[in-house]
């Protein structure tokens, strides 16, 4: 049973191969992916439409803690000076707060963490179509985006980042993503 990374090395192998028996060389070049998802215009652009997105539910989550805070810090200090109705009223009360804040802060991290694959996912789109320019242009031959290792003198990291901001963009990561390259 051949593994994933030697089924890749033998694929790379015979692209050399290939080339050397053509009296070519291969070129190949390679794409650090979590640079581009770091550093990228496109993905900071991504992450302030996040942030602007999420804002306000945010605001209300850290209203909503606050509010349980005092609630529980009233509790514990006018609690023994309470009756046992008024004192379990003010718990329960407590309790279905918390439970509503549990529930609207999971909620809150999954949507985020929906909408930020959704524009992470966008934003690799647009790096992959630029990334394919490149090699259409410069004529690469193979071109990697995980590797072990990589050289800095087959890293084209830097020219896909000034690509990508060059790149135009229509404001909509969907739009963007479909409208390119078809």
Known sequence: MFSKRLVGALALAMTLGVG?????????????????????????????????????????????AQKLKSMSDALDKNGPSMSA?????????????????QRKQR?????????????????LDRANKVIKQIAEQQHYDLIVQEAVYVSPRIDITDQ?????????TNGTSGASSTNNGN
Do not use: C, W, Y
């Not at 109705?85 to 804040?101: G, I, P, V, W």
């Not at 896909?160 to 060059?166: F, H, P």
């Open 20 to 64: 050397v028996a053509h009296g070519q060389e291969a070129r190949i070049a390679a794409v650090n992916s979590d640079r581009i998802l770091r550093e990228s215009s496109a993905a900071k652009a991504a992450q302030t439409k996040l942030e602007a997105e999420f804002a306000k539910r945010d605001k209300d989550l850290q209203d909503m």
């Open 85 to 101: 109705a008024d004192r379990a009223e003010k718990q329960r009360d407590l309790s279905q707060l918390d439970t509503d804040f």
């Open 107 to 123: 909620e809150f991290r999954e949507d985020l963490n929906q909408r930020r694959n959704e524009e992470l996912a966008a934003v």
């Open 160 to 168: 896909v980042l000034k690509a990508l901001a060059a790149a135009p």
